[in-house]
C-alpha cells in the first residue's frame, strides 16, 4: 500500500510541478526544470547509498549443502537450488508471464493508454481552450489518488475488487468523456476529484488482482506483469494519442 502510494504521487505531482516551472512559449525556462531533474536524480543516487544493504544482508550461496540460501536482517530462508526444473503444477508461462495474469495486466495496459492522454496532453489542451496553467489540476487529482488508496485497500481486503474495480472504470470513463464539454477551467477542476477517484481505486486493484492471480512461488512474475503492462500502455499511448489528436482533434481523442 505505501509504495502504491508513492508510485502514484510522481507522475501525478510531477506534471504540476513541470507546468510551474515552464511558461508557455518560453524555451528558456526548460533549463531550471532540467537543473531540477538532474539534482533529482543526484539525490536519488545518494539515497540509493545510504540504504544500501550490509554485507551480512546480502545474499549468499552455499553450494557445499547444494541449496541457495538468502539471508536478509540476520534471517536465513532456503530457496530451490536454480538447477531444480519448477513444480509441474505452477501455471504456464508465456513471454515470461504467467497466463492467469495477463488479462488484469491486458486492462492495465488499456488503463495507462487511456491516462496518456491526460498525463501528457491535458496542458496543451488547456492551453489551446484558453484555461491557462493546469498545474492545479494535478495536484487535486494526485492529492485526491493518494487518500483514496489506503481505503481501497483495507475495502478490498475484506470484500474482494470486483464491484470497486467496476465503479472505478466507470467513473474514469465518465471523466474521460466530460474533459471536452468543460466549458471553463473552472469545471475542469472540479473534473479532477472523480478523476483521482478513479485512478486511485482501479490502479491498485488491477495490481492486487494480478498478484492474487499469480503463483506464490513467482512473485517477480506479478511485478513484471504490472511494470510491462503500465510501461506498454504509456509507451504506446502518448504516439498514438498525438496521431489521434492531429487527425481527430482533442474533442474526439476524449
Same mark, same amino acid.
Given at each position: ?11 501525478a505531482?510531477?506534471p504540476?510541478?513541470?507546468?510551474t ?5 518560453d ?29 551480512e544482508q546480502?545474499?549468499s550461496?552455499s ?10 536482517a ?7 537450488h536454480?538447477s ?17 495474469t ?27 481552450k484558453?484555461?491557462?496553467?493546469m498545474?492545479?489540476?494535478?495536484f487535486i487529482?494526485?492529492l485526491?489518488s493518494?487518500i483514496?488508496?489506503?481505503?481501497v485497500?483495507?475495502?478490498t481486503?475484506?470484500?474482494g475488487?470486483?464491484?470497486f ?9 465518465? #471523466?474521460? @468523456?466530460?474533459?471536452?464539454? *468543460?466549458? &471553463?477551467? %473552472? ?9 483521482? !477517484? =478513479?485512478?486511485?481505486?482501479v490502479?491498485?486493484l488491477l ?6 492471480? #499469480?503463483s @506464490?512461488?513467482?512473485p517477480? *512474475?506479478? &511485478?513484471? %506483469? ?8 504509456y509507451? !504506446? =499511448? ?7 489528436i ?9
Amino acid at each position: 500500500g505505501v509504495y502504491s502510494i508513492s508510485t502514484a504521487i510522481v507522475p501525478a505531482i510531477g506534471p504540476s510541478i513541470f507546468l510551474t516551472i515552464v511558461r508557455e512559449g518560453d524555451i528558456g525556462s526548460f533549463d531550471p526544470l532540467f537543473l531540477l531533474a538532474t539534482l533529482l536524480c543526484l539525490t536519488g543516487l545518494l539515497v540509493v547509498f545510504l540504504f544500501w544493504p550490509k554485507e551480512e544482508q546480502a545474499c549468499s550461496l552455499s553450494d557445499s549443502v547444494g541449496e541457495a540460501r538468502f539471508c536478509f536482517a540476520d534471517e536465513e530462508t532456503e530457496m530451490p537450488h536454480p538447477s531444480e526444473p519448477p513444480s509441474p503444477s505452477l501455471p504456464k508461462m508465456v513471454l515470461g508471464f504467467e497466463v492467469p495474469t495477463l488479462l488484469p495486466a491486458a486492462f492495465l495496459c488499456l488503463f495507462a493508454f487511456a491516462f496518456s492522454s491526460v498525463n501528457f496532453f491535458l496542458p496543451e489542451y488547456a492551453f489551446a481552450k484558453g484555461f491557462g496553467n493546469m498545474g492545479l489540476f494535478y495536484f487535486i487529482f494526485a492529492l485526491v489518488s493518494v487518500i483514496i488508496r489506503p481505503f481501497v485497500g483495507k475495502i478490498t481486503d475484506k470484500r474482494g475488487p470486483g464491484a470497486f474495480l467496476l465503479a472505478g472504470m466507470c467513473c474514469l470513463c465518465v #471523466c474521460y @468523456a466530460l474533459i471536452p464539454l *468543460c466549458p &471553463s477551467e %473552472a469545471e475542469l477542476l472540479i473534473l479532477a476529484v472523480p478523476f483521482g !477517484l =478513479g485512478m486511485g481505486s482501479v490502479a491498485p486493484l488491477l495490481n492486487y488482482c494480478i498478484v492474487e492471480r #499469480c503463483s @506464490a512461488e513467482r512473485p517477480g *512474475c506479478a &511485478s513484471a %506483469a504490472f511494470y510491462a503492462a503500465y510501461d506498454t500502455g504509456y509507451t !504506446l =499511448g502518448s504516439p498514438a494519442v498525438g496521431l489521434m489528436i492531429a487527425f481527430a482533434g482533442f474533442t474526439n481523442m476524449y
